[in-house]
Protein backbone atom coordinates (compact mmCIF):
# COMPACT_ATOMS: atom_id res chain seq x y z
CA UNK A 1 0.00 0.00 0.00
CA UNK A 2 1.71 3.48 -0.83
CA UNK A 3 1.58 6.76 0.73
CA UNK A 4 -0.44 7.87 -1.68
CA UNK A 5 -3.42 5.68 -0.91
CA UNK A 6 -3.69 5.53 2.94
CA UNK A 7 -3.71 9.22 2.61
CA UNK A 8 -6.52 9.40 0.36
CA UNK A 9 -8.17 6.84 2.44
CA UNK A 10 -7.59 8.88 5.94
CA UNK A 11 -8.82 12.11 3.74
CA UNK A 12 -11.78 10.06 2.90
CA UNK A 13 -12.28 8.79 6.67
CA UNK A 14 -11.87 12.19 7.93
CA UNK A 15 -14.77 13.66 5.85
CA UNK A 16 -16.89 10.95 6.55
CA UNK A 17 -16.38 11.59 10.45
CA UNK A 18 -16.66 15.70 9.88
CA UNK A 19 -19.99 14.69 7.78
CA UNK A 20 -21.14 12.85 10.40
CA UNK A 21 -20.19 15.55 13.11
CA UNK A 22 -21.82 18.56 11.51
CA UNK A 23 -25.71 16.08 10.25
CA UNK A 24 -25.66 14.28 13.80
CA UNK A 25 -27.36 17.59 15.79
CA UNK A 26 -29.62 18.33 12.90
CA UNK A 27 -30.63 14.75 13.45
CA UNK A 28 -30.58 15.12 17.03
CA UNK A 29 -32.44 18.03 17.20
CA UNK A 30 -34.97 17.71 14.00
CA UNK A 31 -36.29 14.14 14.55
CA UNK A 32 -37.70 14.99 18.24
CA UNK A 33 -39.41 18.66 16.60
CA UNK A 34 -41.29 16.42 13.76
CA UNK A 35 -42.77 14.43 16.32
CA UNK A 36 -43.71 16.98 18.51
CA UNK A 37 -45.26 18.50 15.74
CA UNK A 38 -47.17 15.41 14.36
CA UNK A 39 -48.32 14.86 17.54
CA UNK A 40 -49.27 18.43 18.07
CA UNK A 41 -51.65 18.17 14.43
CA UNK A 42 -53.08 15.11 15.68
CA UNK A 43 -54.47 16.52 19.07
CA UNK A 44 -56.21 19.23 17.10
CA UNK A 45 -57.66 17.53 14.51
CA UNK A 46 -56.18 18.01 12.03
CA UNK A 47 -55.43 15.57 9.03
CA UNK A 48 -51.66 13.60 9.61
CA UNK A 49 -48.86 15.27 8.18
CA UNK A 50 -46.76 12.83 6.18
CA UNK A 51 -43.53 12.16 7.19
CA UNK A 52 -40.38 13.70 5.42
CA UNK A 53 -38.53 10.39 5.14
CA UNK A 54 -41.94 8.89 3.67
CA UNK A 55 -40.80 9.25 0.32
CA UNK A 56 -37.58 6.86 0.87
CA UNK A 57 -39.15 4.59 3.02
CA UNK A 58 -42.88 4.86 2.40
CA UNK A 59 -43.79 2.24 5.40
CA UNK A 60 -42.14 4.01 8.15
CA UNK A 61 -44.48 6.27 8.61
CA UNK A 62 -47.80 4.41 7.43
CA UNK A 63 -46.62 1.81 10.53
CA UNK A 64 -46.66 4.99 12.88
CA UNK A 65 -49.66 6.72 11.84
CA UNK A 66 -52.30 4.40 12.81
CA UNK A 67 -52.79 5.29 16.71
CA UNK A 68 -52.86 9.02 16.18
CA UNK A 69 -55.73 9.00 13.21
CA UNK A 70 -57.66 6.24 14.82
CA UNK A 71 -58.20 8.51 17.43
CA UNK A 72 -58.55 11.58 15.98
CA UNK A 73 -62.62 11.50 14.85
CA UNK A 74 -63.39 10.20 18.49
CA UNK A 75 -66.01 13.14 20.17
CA UNK A 76 -64.46 13.96 23.37
CA UNK A 77 -68.17 14.31 25.19
CA UNK A 78 -69.19 10.63 23.25
CA UNK A 79 -70.21 7.94 25.58
CA UNK A 80 -72.17 5.06 24.30
CA UNK A 81 -75.53 4.29 26.47
CA UNK A 82 -77.72 1.64 26.31
CA UNK A 83 -81.20 3.48 25.99
CA UNK A 84 -84.25 2.60 27.93
CA UNK A 85 -86.31 2.95 25.05
CA UNK A 86 -86.15 3.61 21.38
CA UNK A 87 -82.91 2.83 19.70
CA UNK A 88 -80.68 0.18 20.57
CA UNK A 89 -77.57 1.74 20.73
CA UNK A 90 -75.75 -1.05 18.93
CA UNK A 91 -77.75 0.66 15.96
CA UNK A 92 -76.14 3.49 15.88
CA UNK A 93 -72.16 4.62 16.01
CA UNK A 94 -71.02 5.75 19.44
CA UNK A 95 -70.19 9.44 18.24
CA UNK A 96 -73.87 9.61 18.08
CA UNK A 97 -74.81 7.78 20.92
CA UNK A 98 -74.96 10.50 23.66
CA UNK A 99 -74.53 14.12 22.26
CA UNK A 100 -75.46 16.05 24.89
CA UNK A 101 -76.38 14.65 28.78
CA UNK A 102 -77.84 17.25 30.64
CA UNK A 103 -79.23 19.81 28.35
CA UNK A 104 -82.83 21.04 28.08
CA UNK A 105 -84.95 19.85 25.02
CA UNK A 106 -88.53 21.23 24.31
CA UNK A 107 -90.22 18.75 21.51
CA UNK A 108 -94.06 20.52 20.16
CA UNK A 109 -96.30 17.78 19.65
CA UNK A 110 -94.33 15.82 22.05
CA UNK A 111 -97.63 13.45 23.61
CA UNK A 112 -98.16 11.13 20.76
CA UNK A 113 -96.94 9.14 17.49
CA UNK A 114 -93.83 10.46 16.41
CA UNK A 115 -93.47 12.77 18.94
CA UNK A 116 -93.74 10.69 21.65
CA UNK A 117 -91.08 8.48 20.39
CA UNK A 118 -88.66 11.51 19.69
CA UNK A 119 -88.89 12.46 23.66
CA UNK A 120 -88.54 8.27 24.91
CA UNK A 121 -85.26 8.49 22.80
CA UNK A 122 -83.98 12.43 24.13
CA UNK A 123 -84.65 11.44 27.46
CA UNK A 124 -82.38 8.21 26.91
CA UNK A 125 -79.69 10.71 25.45
CA UNK A 126 -79.52 12.40 29.40
CA UNK A 127 -81.81 15.19 27.69
CA UNK A 128 -84.57 17.13 29.85
CA UNK A 129 -87.43 17.08 27.80
CA UNK A 130 -90.40 19.11 28.02
CA UNK A 131 -93.26 17.23 26.51
CA UNK A 132 -95.34 19.84 24.50
CA UNK A 133 -99.17 19.13 24.02
CA UNK A 134 -101.94 20.88 22.76
CA UNK A 135 -105.39 18.40 22.96
CA UNK A 136 -103.20 15.48 24.54
CA UNK A 137 -102.87 16.20 28.00
CA UNK A 138 -103.83 12.54 29.14
CA UNK A 139 -101.21 11.30 26.71
CA UNK A 140 -98.60 14.04 27.82
CA UNK A 141 -98.93 12.92 31.50
CA UNK A 142 -98.80 9.32 30.81
CA UNK A 143 -95.28 9.87 28.44
CA UNK A 144 -93.95 11.55 31.06
CA UNK A 145 -94.51 9.02 33.99
CA UNK A 146 -93.22 6.26 31.74
CA UNK A 147 -89.80 8.10 31.22
CA UNK A 148 -89.47 8.92 34.45
CA UNK A 149 -90.07 5.54 35.61
CA UNK A 150 -87.03 4.73 33.15
CA UNK A 151 -85.06 7.20 34.99
CA UNK A 152 -85.41 9.92 32.26
CA UNK A 153 -86.29 13.73 33.07
CA UNK A 154 -89.88 14.67 31.70
CA UNK A 155 -91.90 17.39 32.05
CA UNK A 156 -95.56 18.50 30.16
CA UNK A 157 -96.31 21.81 28.98
CA UNK A 158 -99.80 22.93 27.47
CA UNK A 159 -99.25 24.92 24.07
CA UNK A 160 -101.49 25.85 21.31
CA UNK A 161 -98.64 27.77 19.34
CA UNK A 162 -101.28 29.32 17.27
CA UNK A 163 -100.94 32.25 20.08
CA UNK A 164 -97.94 33.78 20.30
CA UNK A 165 -98.10 34.89 24.17
CA UNK A 166 -98.67 31.21 24.73
CA UNK A 167 -95.18 30.41 23.05
CA UNK A 168 -93.29 33.15 25.08
CA UNK A 169 -94.84 31.58 28.64
CA UNK A 170 -94.02 28.22 27.65
CA UNK A 171 -90.49 28.97 27.06
CA UNK A 172 -90.62 31.09 30.49
CA UNK A 173 -91.81 28.01 32.31
CA UNK A 174 -89.18 25.40 30.84
CA UNK A 175 -86.56 28.10 31.22
CA UNK A 176 -87.57 29.05 34.92
CA UNK A 177 -87.89 24.99 35.53
CA UNK A 178 -84.15 24.20 34.26
CA UNK A 179 -83.03 27.05 31.95
CA UNK A 180 -82.21 28.54 28.55
CA UNK A 181 -83.26 25.20 25.88
CA UNK A 182 -80.64 23.61 23.75
CA UNK A 183 -82.37 22.14 21.36
CA UNK A 184 -86.65 22.39 19.84
CA UNK A 185 -87.64 20.35 17.69
CA UNK A 186 -90.97 21.59 15.72
CA UNK A 187 -92.81 19.05 15.75
CA UNK A 188 -96.21 19.47 15.96
CA UNK A 189 -98.53 20.18 12.58
CA UNK A 190 -101.58 19.97 11.24
CA UNK A 191 -102.17 17.30 8.52
CA UNK A 192 -105.52 17.32 7.23
CA UNK A 193 -107.20 17.71 3.62
CA UNK A 194 -106.94 21.31 1.95
CA UNK A 195 -108.27 21.34 -1.81
CA UNK A 196 -107.37 24.49 -2.86
CA UNK A 197 -110.65 25.13 -4.67
CA UNK A 198 -112.69 24.00 -1.53
CA UNK A 199 -110.63 25.78 1.05
CA UNK A 200 -112.12 28.70 3.05
CA UNK A 201 -109.27 31.92 4.20
CA UNK A 202 -110.24 30.69 7.94
CA UNK A 203 -109.15 27.34 7.11
CA UNK A 204 -106.08 28.03 5.20
CA UNK A 205 -105.31 30.66 8.06
CA UNK A 206 -105.56 28.10 10.51
CA UNK A 207 -103.15 25.22 8.81
CA UNK A 208 -100.78 27.91 8.13
CA UNK A 209 -100.37 29.58 11.84
CA UNK A 210 -100.15 25.74 12.43
CA UNK A 211 -97.97 24.58 10.40
CA UNK A 212 -95.79 27.67 9.73
CA UNK A 213 -96.04 30.70 11.72
CA UNK A 214 -96.49 29.19 15.04
CA UNK A 215 -93.02 26.60 14.73
CA UNK A 216 -91.41 30.09 12.81
CA UNK A 217 -92.26 32.03 15.82
CA UNK A 218 -91.29 29.98 18.16
CA UNK A 219 -88.09 29.11 16.84
CA UNK A 220 -87.00 32.22 16.43
CA UNK A 221 -88.10 33.86 20.37
CA UNK A 222 -86.25 30.30 21.57
CA UNK A 223 -83.50 30.92 18.83
CA UNK A 224 -83.03 34.57 20.85
CA UNK A 225 -82.47 32.99 24.02
CA UNK A 226 -79.97 30.32 22.63
CA UNK A 227 -77.95 33.08 21.31
CA UNK A 228 -78.13 34.91 24.91
CA UNK A 229 -76.93 32.05 26.64
CA UNK A 230 -74.11 31.20 24.50
CA UNK A 231 -70.29 31.78 25.25
CA UNK A 232 -68.78 33.23 21.88
CA UNK A 233 -67.12 29.86 21.22
CA UNK A 234 -69.60 26.76 21.43
CA UNK A 235 -72.97 26.65 19.70
CA UNK A 236 -75.53 27.54 21.72
CA UNK A 237 -78.57 25.56 20.37
CA UNK A 238 -80.15 24.18 17.74
CA UNK A 239 -83.63 23.66 16.11
CA UNK A 240 -84.81 20.90 14.40
CA UNK A 241 -88.07 21.63 11.85
CA UNK A 242 -90.15 18.81 10.73
CA UNK A 243 -90.92 19.34 7.57
CA UNK A 244 -92.46 17.11 4.91
CA UNK A 245 -91.41 15.92 1.67
CA UNK A 246 -94.75 17.04 0.38
CA UNK A 247 -93.45 20.86 1.07
CA UNK A 248 -91.48 19.88 -1.95
CA UNK A 249 -93.92 18.27 -4.67
CA UNK A 250 -97.39 18.98 -3.93
CA UNK A 251 -99.76 16.17 -2.76
CA UNK A 252 -102.61 15.54 -4.28
CA UNK A 253 -106.04 16.94 -1.96
CA UNK A 254 -103.29 18.58 0.19
CA UNK A 255 -102.28 21.52 -1.56
CA UNK A 256 -102.95 23.87 1.72
CA UNK A 257 -100.74 21.39 3.39
CA UNK A 258 -97.95 21.08 0.89
CA UNK A 259 -97.80 25.22 0.90
CA UNK A 260 -97.34 25.40 4.43
CA UNK A 261 -94.72 22.71 4.52
CA UNK A 262 -93.11 24.34 1.80
CA UNK A 263 -93.13 28.05 3.78
CA UNK A 264 -91.40 25.80 6.81
CA UNK A 265 -88.63 24.70 4.51
CA UNK A 266 -88.07 28.30 3.68
CA UNK A 267 -88.03 29.37 6.87
CA UNK A 268 -85.44 26.53 8.15
CA UNK A 269 -83.05 27.80 4.62
CA UNK A 270 -83.53 31.73 6.35
CA UNK A 271 -83.51 31.08 9.73
CA UNK A 272 -80.19 28.78 9.81
CA UNK A 273 -78.91 31.78 7.96
CA UNK A 274 -79.86 34.61 10.76
CA UNK A 275 -79.68 32.78 13.71
CA UNK A 276 -75.84 31.43 12.98
CA UNK A 277 -72.84 30.83 13.70
CA UNK A 278 -74.42 30.73 17.81
CA UNK A 279 -77.36 28.06 16.66
CA UNK A 280 -77.92 25.67 14.14
CA UNK A 281 -81.42 25.06 12.13
CA UNK A 282 -82.15 21.83 10.24
CA UNK A 283 -84.78 20.14 9.14
CA UNK A 284 -85.95 16.60 8.49
CA UNK A 285 -88.42 15.66 5.89
CA UNK A 286 -89.84 12.27 6.54
CA UNK A 287 -91.81 9.90 4.03
CA UNK A 288 -94.41 7.19 5.12
CA UNK A 289 -93.20 6.31 8.63
CA UNK A 290 -96.35 6.19 10.61
CA UNK A 291 -100.27 4.87 9.44
CA UNK A 292 -101.64 8.40 10.60
CA UNK A 293 -103.94 8.99 7.58
CA UNK A 294 -105.50 5.25 7.21
CA UNK A 295 -103.66 1.83 6.82
CA UNK A 296 -104.66 1.98 2.85
CA UNK A 297 -103.09 5.43 2.08
CA UNK A 298 -99.98 4.27 4.26
CA UNK A 299 -99.61 1.02 2.08
CA UNK A 300 -99.92 2.88 -0.92
CA UNK A 301 -97.09 4.94 -0.26
CA UNK A 302 -95.21 2.17 0.71
CA UNK A 303 -95.59 0.39 -2.37
CA UNK A 304 -94.34 3.81 -3.98
CA UNK A 305 -90.83 3.79 -1.73
CA UNK A 306 -87.69 2.18 -2.96
CA UNK A 307 -87.28 1.16 0.80
CA UNK A 308 -90.14 0.33 2.13
CA UNK A 309 -89.11 -2.34 4.72
CA UNK A 310 -86.94 -0.21 6.44
CA UNK A 311 -90.17 2.65 7.39
CA UNK A 312 -90.35 3.18 10.82
CA UNK A 313 -90.32 6.02 13.20
CA UNK A 314 -86.58 4.83 14.34
CA UNK A 315 -85.23 5.90 10.94
CA UNK A 316 -86.41 9.65 12.08
CA UNK A 317 -84.53 8.97 15.52
CA UNK A 318 -81.72 8.32 13.18
CA UNK A 319 -81.91 11.61 11.57
CA UNK A 320 -82.24 13.65 14.47
CA UNK A 321 -78.87 11.56 16.61
CA UNK A 322 -76.97 12.59 13.02
CA UNK A 323 -77.85 16.18 13.32
CA UNK A 324 -77.41 16.38 17.03
CA UNK A 325 -73.74 16.02 16.70
CA UNK A 326 -73.45 17.30 12.96
CA UNK A 327 -71.60 20.68 14.10
CA UNK A 328 -70.77 21.85 10.38
CA UNK A 329 -74.45 21.09 9.32
CA UNK A 330 -76.79 24.05 9.28
CA UNK A 331 -79.85 25.06 6.83
CA UNK A 332 -80.21 21.65 5.24
CA UNK A 333 -83.11 19.36 5.06
CA UNK A 334 -82.48 16.10 5.49
CA UNK A 335 -84.86 13.70 3.52
CA UNK A 336 -85.51 10.15 5.75
CA UNK A 337 -88.51 8.93 3.27
CA UNK A 338 -86.78 5.76 2.10
CA UNK A 339 -85.96 7.08 -1.76
CA UNK A 340 -89.70 7.90 -2.17
CA UNK A 341 -88.53 11.63 -3.43
CA UNK A 342 -86.69 9.75 -6.07
CA UNK A 343 -89.68 8.54 -7.74
Known amino acids: MTHQ ?10 KMALGFLVVLPFIGLLLPLWYLYRWNECRSGR ?8 EVWPRADRASA ?7 WQHPATETVLPHHGLPSS ?10 AGGVAVVTGGARHLGAAICQ ?12 YHHSA ?21 LDQRDPAQCIQMLDAVQQRWGVPELLINNASLFVPTPLEESSWEGLEQLWRVNLQGPLWLALRAGERMRNRQDGVTPAGQIIQMCDIWGERPLAGYGGYSISKAGLIMAT ?20 ILAKS ?4 FQTLLARTPLASAASPEAVLHGIRYLLTARFVTGEILHVDGGRSLV
Request: with cysteine.
Open 121 to 132: DLATLGYRVAVL
Open 66 to 72: PACVADR
Open 91 to 100: DLPSALAKPN
Open 138 to 158: PQAKALVADIQERGGIAHPFP
Open 294 to 297: GESR
Open 269 to 288: RVLARELAPQVRVNGIAPGA
Open 47 to 54: PMPVAPWA
Open 5 to 14: SVGKGLLRGF
